[in-house]
C-alpha cells in the first residue's frame, strides 16, 4: 500500500464518521447548558436500562455507533455497561464481508443477535460489578473534555461541537493512516500463521487483535475464518473485542487513561469469555 492509499483510506473511514461525531458533542453541549435538574435525572434513571439500548443500536452495521458512544461515555452521559454493550455488539466490516461471500443469511442473522444479545447481559453485569465507574453527575465529563481541548465553551454549543468534532477526527486520521501502513506490512498472511483453531490460546489471540481499533481487524478476522484458518469461537472472541475507532475515541476523550485502560480490559475478558463459551456450546 502506498502512503497516499494509506491516507485515502483513513480519511473515508474519519469521514464516514464526522456526522455521528458532531450530533454526539451537539447533544453533549446540549446536555451541559440548556438541560434541567429534572431532565438530567430522568437521563441518570434511564442508565439503568442503557445496556439494553446500547447492545440493539451496536448491532446495527456501523461503526460510528461505537466511536458516539465512547464520546458520550467521556462526556459521563452513558454508564460503562452502556458503553461495554455496543463495543460488543459493534459489526464494523463483518456483515459486508458475509455478504459478499455469499454466507447463509441465517448464520449472519444469528452471530449478530448472538453479539446484540451477549453485549446486553455483559452491560448489565458490567453496571453491576463496576458501579464505581458510574458515580458521575450526568454532564460533568464535559468539562474535562473542554479543558482538554481548550474549546472555549462557553462561546456556544454549536461552535463548541464543531471544535470537538475537528480534534477528534484529526486524531483518528493521524492514527487510522498509521494502522493502516503497519497492518499492510504485518499484512494478513502472517496473521494465518498463528494458530487461531486451538482451543483457548484461538479466542485468546484473535481477542487481540480484535483490539486493534481498525476496521482491518475485523476484515482479518472474517476472512480468516472464511478461510478456515481461524475456528468459529476465536472468530467470535475478536469481532465482540473489536470496537473499531471507538477504542480510539474512548482514549482520546476520556480524561483518565488509567480508567479507560481499564475499561478496554474489561471489554477484552468479556470477548474473551464470549468466544469460548460459543466454542463450548457449539453455538454455530
Not at 483513513?10 to 429534572?38: C, N, Q, W
Not at 458521575?136 to 462561546?155: F, N, S
Not at 477504542?247 to 475478558?269: D, G, H, P, Q, T
Request: charged letters at 15%; hydrophobic letters at 50%; one cysteine or more.
Amino acid at each position: 500500500m502506498q502512503i497516499w492509499e494509506a491516507i485515502l483510506d483513513g480519511a473515508k473511514d474519519t469521514a464516514r464518521l464526522v456526522p455521528f461525531l458532531f450530533l454526539t458533542y451537539l447533544v453533549m453541549e446540549y446536555i451541559e447548558h440548556r438541560t434541567s435538574d429534572k431532565t438530567r435525572a430522568a437521563i441518570r434513571r434511564a442508565d439503568r436500562l442503557g445496556p439494553l439500548a446500547g447492545g440493539l443500536l451496536g448491532a446495527f452495521p456501523q461503526c460510528g455507533f461505537s466511536a458516539a458512544a465512547a464520546s458520550l461515555y467521556a462526556g459521563r452521559v452513558i454508564t460503562v455497561g452502556t458503553l461495554i454493550a455496543v463495543f460488543l455488539s459493534t459489526s464494523d466490516e463483518m456483515l459486508p464481508i458475509f455478504l459478499s461471500s455469499k454466507v447463509d443469511i441465517r448464520l449472519i442473522i444469528q452471530i449478530i443477535a448472538m453479539k446484540a444479545v451477549y453485549g446486553i447481559i455483559a452491560g448489565f453485569v458490567v453496571d453491576y460489578l463496576f458501579r464505581s465507574l458510574n458515580v458521575r453527575k450526568i454532564g460533568a465529563g464535559i468539562h474535562g473534555i473542554c479543558e482538554a481541548e481548550h474549546c472555549d465553551c462557553e462561546k456556544g454549543i454549536l461552535s463548541s461541537a464543531v471544535k470537538h468534532t475537528l480534534s477528534i477526527a484529526l486524531y483518528i486520521l493521524i492514527i487510522s493512516v498509521a494502522l493502516n501502513l503497519l497492518l499492510e506490512l504485518i499484512g494478513t498472511e502472517n496473521l494465518e500463521n498463528l494458530v487461531f483453531n486451538q482451543p483457548v490460546i484461538g479466542e485468546v489471540l484473535a481477542g487481540l487483535i480484535g483490539l486493534i481499533p481498525n476496521c482491518a481487524a475485523s476484515v482479518a478476522l472474517t476472512t480468516m475464518y472464511l478461510d478456515g484458518a481461524m475456528s468459529a469461537g476465536a472468530m467470535m472472541s475478536g469481532l465482540l473485542v473489536g470496537a473499531g475507532v471507538g477504542i480510539l475515541v474512548l482514549f482520546r476523550s476520556n480524561r483518565s487513561r488509567r480508567e479507560s485502560a481499564k475499561i478496554i480490559a474489561i471489554l477484552y475478558a468479556a470477548g474473551v469469555i464470549g468466544g469460548l463459551l460459543t466454542s463450548l456450546l457449539g453455538l454455530f
